[in-house]
């Protein structure tokens, strides 16, 4: 799913909603040894350019149905991930394709498409040559066909981080001309009209990874993969680990990333967030756990910034849990609930 320390990498194994009025909600949470009262401010920030879409990977279409029953809001959007385990799966199957396509969600997907399969042949340099155009014409051709031509594709995510076969650390102008050629290609077949989203890991990893930046016109969304984690941190109170995810990176927090996205003029995103156990191995001890402020914290800030979607990833991983609907984060559940709920 993730690899540390910086960013939690996800495998295949959301927004919250935008309020007319302020209100205030009550909730009670039991904290360590004692019940605490809690005031809930849910708004709207006159600074918020678009109203987010919210949705969630949760491993299929019937489990992102089961998470928007369980939060009483539907899913506008819902995210998949395609195999990178051949060119063939990379080229999208037919009954991956027509399995989605037959979705209530076909005309809302958020498709995690990988640069590059498992086979080590395949480099980012050969990429950027255009070599593997063809591979990414059928792909689009696919979800053309099954009726998902409007979907949001996320290509090479977490390219920042050292886990994907795309990484871009050594060759950032690869990646981006790569980036540029899978686009061309994409957008050339006959009635699509996707959205690219262009996604590195939260956290700093040694490099700045705007110099993988393709180009303005070959992205419309800029969007960042984030857990409530603090590598190494395992004592941090959340108003520390929320002050680190906003300001503590360098190239890699959340006003970085906001800020790099206002100056290509394109909205943000959050293609991956979620709660991270404190037990998580990879998290080396810096999961926040059943942590409602993060839940608030993620909440004021969707709503006070230019972000065009979120997905929750409402699933666990043998190297971290997330799951919002399965009662492992109580207080947590309660607040996101209340606060996304319709």
């Known amino acids: ?151 949001t594709i996320r290509i090479g995510h977490e390219f920042n981080q050292k886990w994907p076969r795309w990484a871009a650390q050594n060759d950032p102008a690869s990646y981006a001309s790569y980036w540029r050629h899978i686009v061309t290609a994409m957008r050339s077949v006959p009635g699509a009209n996707f959205s690219f989203t262009w996604c590195p890991g939260y956290g700093y990893a040694g490099w700045d990874p705007s110099t993988a930046w393709p180009g303005d016109t070959y992205v419309d969304v800029v969007s960042v993969d984030m857990y409530d984690s603090w590598y190494n941190h395992p004592d941090a109170t959340p108003q520390q680990r929320w002050t680190n995810i906003v300001t503590g990176t360098k190239q890699g927090g959340l006003t970085f990333w906001s800020n790099f996205a206002t100056l290509h003029a394109k909205p943000m995103a959050f293609s991956e967030w979620g709660l991270v156990d404190k037990a998580a191995s990879m998290a080396a001890g810096g999961g926040g756990g059943d942590d409602p402020y993060f839940i608030q914290q993620m909440h004021d800030w969707l709503n006070s910034h230019n972000v065009a979607y979120e997905s929750y990833f409402n699933k666990d991983a043998a190297n971290g849990k997330h799951r919002l609907d399965n009662g492992q984060f109580p207080n947590a559940a309660a607040l996101y609930r209340t606060a996304w709920a319709l």
Not at 28 to 33: G, I, K, N, R, Y
Not at 77 to 97: C, G, L, Q, R, Y
């Open 1 to 151: 799913m993730r690899n540390p320390p910086l960013t939690f990498r996800s495998k295949p194994s959301r927004r919250p909603r935008s309020t007319s009025h302020l209100r205030t909600i009550p909730l009670v949470l039991l904290v360590l040894s004692g019940l605490l009262s809690l005031t809930v401010v849910v708004g709207t920030s006159a600074s918020a350019s678009t109203t987010p879409r919210s949705g969630a990977f949760a491993g299929g279409q019937a489990n992102v149905a089961s998470f928007a029953t369980w939060r009483n809001r539907p899913a506008a959007i819902a995210h998949a991930f395609v195999s990178d385990a051949t060119w063939s799966e990379v080229e999208i199957p037919s009954a991956w394709a027509q399995d989605w396509g037959k979705s209530r969600y076909a005309a809302s997907m958020l498709i995690t498409l990988p640069m590059l399969p498992k086979d080590i042949s395949t480099t980012l340099l050969v990429g950027s040559t255009g070599t593997y155009d063809a591979h990414f014409r059928i792909a689009a051709q696919q979800l053309v066909t099954y009726g998902m031509s409007n979907a």
